[in-house]
Nanobody, 119 residues
Framework: QVQLVESGGGLVQAGGSLRLSCVASGRTQSIFRMAWFRQAPGKEREFVAVVTRISDSGHYADSVKGRFTISRDNEKNTLYLRMNSLKSEDAAVYYC????????????WGQGTQVTVSS
């Protein structure tokens, strides 16, 4: 099992920045990919960004490309999401997710951290 705990959410003005963190514990060696998803009120959960354990290159949703940066520190078992130029539409609960080598599916999820953007 893998446990994920997010932090770093909060209230920020439009145009501002935040950095989210996600600390993984448990069977972290089984993790192949980690990602950020988000869910706004009344909307479905959507993909934000993903990075693999062995690559520094992230892949992003078009809506955040150029503004968000995903990164990971394998030694600290921590995933980050740097969010710049935040917009009101970025407001959501942000979830960290991990996919194992075995299934390739995002089987592990954190509890989420709230990001609120004021205009």
């Amino acid at each position: 099992q893998v446990q994920l705990v997010e932090s770093g959410g909060g209230l920020v003005q439009a145009g501002g920045s935040l950095r989210l963190s996600c600390v993984a514990s448990g069977r972290t060696q089984s993790i192949f990919r980690m990602a950020w998803f988000r869910q706004a009120p009344g909307k479905e959960r959507e993909f934000v960004a993903v990075v693999t354990r062995i690559s520094d290159s992230g892949h992003y949703a078009d809506s955040v490309k150029g503004r968000f940066t995903i990164s990971r520190d394998n030694e600290k078992n921590t995933l980050y999401l740097r969010m710049n130029s935040l917009k009101s539409e970025d407001a959501a609960v942000y979830y960290c997710a991990a996919a194992s080598r075995v299934t390739g599916n995002f089987d592990y999820w954190g509890q989420g951290t709230q990001v609120t953007v004021s205009s």
